[in-house]
């Protein structure tokens, strides 16, 4: 199959690669059918290795470069482990990306992602979604709804991360808010506020394209390059009640 590896920094080959098989009870096998270029990704590329693991295996993947990337995707089941319940083949499904200890199909720390452990699959081993095929686990794997696109479905672990920074907040309906960066995750910070009932939502951000993309979504944008943002906003309204800082 092809897939894109990352051998160093600058050095990504797309290359022929073997097609991993269902070898663990809990393993899954997925046809991907779309994968996101995240901004780690990106600085990998450009400045790797930052959790790519080189010179020494992730103990969780027990793999070191070169590494198959890409870790927003989502995919078809074709295959899986004579245990998994979870999902069965031609299921359309998302995958939670991370890497943390995990047993019988689950991971077993509640708080997972806080482990010293993390790692997460197409960074840090696995073989990503930067591929024709991946096998991860049952614990990873997330069914998405037939009216969900694969493209869209690429785009639920991103969306976890600004619809779980808003829930984390004390943001209700009517309060306001201020987003820090309109990147990706800013911008999906913006939607999930949008949601959350917020009646004014600010977006401070020094890129012309992002503050156009956060003013379509709503957001009253501010130019950080040419204004103090805390200045004007509480000029206008005295302050926010919630305050994202989304600039990586």
Not at 7 to 35: F, M, N, T
Not at 47 to 56: M, T, V, Y
Not at 209 to 216: G, H, N, Y
């Amino acid at each position: 199959m092809k897939a894109a590896v990352w051998y160093k920094a600058k050095d990504l080959r797309v290359e022929e690669a073997e097609e991993p098989s269902v070898r663990g009870a809990h393993d899954v096998k997925i046809k991907v059918k779309w994968c996101g270029i995240c901004g780690s990704d990106l600085h990998e590329y450009l400045a790797g290795p930052i959790f790519i693991p080189e010179g020494s295996p992730h103990p969780i993947s027990g793999q070191q470069a070169p590494i198959i990337m890409g870790h927003e995707f989502a995919g078809e089941v074709t295959e899986t482990g004579e245990k998994v319940t979870k999902v069965k083949a031609g299921d359309r499904v998302a995958i939670e990306p991370i890497l943390a200890p995990n047993e019988n199909g689950r991971y077993i720390d509640e708080k997972y992602n806080l482990t010293e452990l993390l790692g997460f699959h197409g960074l840090s081993g696995g073989g990503g979604g930067f591929s024709e095929y991946t096998v991860v686990g049952e614990h990873m794997v997330h069914v998405i709804p037939e009216e969900l696109s694969y493209e869209q479905g690429a785009l639920v672990e991103p969306a976890a991360v600004g619809l779980h920074a808003v829930r984390q907040s004390s943001i209700k309906a009517g309060d306001t808010a201020a987003v820090f960066g309109a990147g990706p995750i800013g911008l999906m910070v913006i939607d999930a506020l949008k949601a959350a009932g917020a009646s004014k939502i600010y977006a401070v951000e020094v890129s012309e394209s992002r503050r156009r993309k956060a003013e379509d979504l709503g957001a009253v944008v501010i130019d950080a390059s040419s204004e103090d943002a805390v200045k004007v906003i509480h000029d206008e309204i005295g302050g926010v009640d919630a305050a994202f800082e989304v600039t990586g």
